[in-house]
């Protein structure tokens, strides 16, 4: 079973907001990189969100700057995803990553997380 588990998607509005939330085992969330990804059908696949394992440096792919923002609670064992002004483009699978070893350069690489939650469905229409 996956470790890393996410919760929060559904439907929503264009316009309307969203958080997602993100759970794993104390021994890995304290030691971890955490980034957010994303996938739908015939559309682009990328990582959206990072967050360092003290949580001092972020990265945000520029289709989501500016909407969404990347929090975690080292105490709480939990990463969070706040994504708002939520648009039809934004409709996607949206899956929580750890890493333990990635370097912040290349934070955008989904070969360089090692655990993967099973992802939590986000639908924007109207």
């Known amino acids: 079973q996956v470790q890393l588990v996410e919760s929060g998607g559904g439907l929503v509005q264009p316009g309307g907001s969203l958080r997602l939330s993100c759970v794993a085992p104390?021994?890995?969330?304290?030691?971890?990189?955490m980034g957010w990804y994303r996938q739908a059908p015939g559309k682009q696949r990328e990582m959206v969100a990072f967050?360092?394992?003290?949580?001092?440096?972020?990265k945000y792919a520029d289709s989501v700057k500016g909407r969404f923002t990347i929090a975690r609670d080292n105490a709480k064992n939990s990463v969070y995803l706040q994504m708002n002004s939520l648009m039809s483009e934004d409709t996607a699978v949206y899956y929580c990553?750890?890493?333990?070893?990635?370097?912040?350069?290349?934070?955008?690489?989904?070969?360089?997380?090692?655990?993967w939650g099973q992802g939590t469905q986000v639908t924007v229409s109207s």
């Open positions: 967050i360092s394992v003290a949580g001092g440096n972020l």
């Open positions: 104390g021994s890995i969330f304290s030691t971890d990189h």
């Open positions: 990553a750890a890493s333990p070893w990635l370097v912040d350069e290349w934070w955008n690489r989904r070969d360089q997380y090692e655990y």
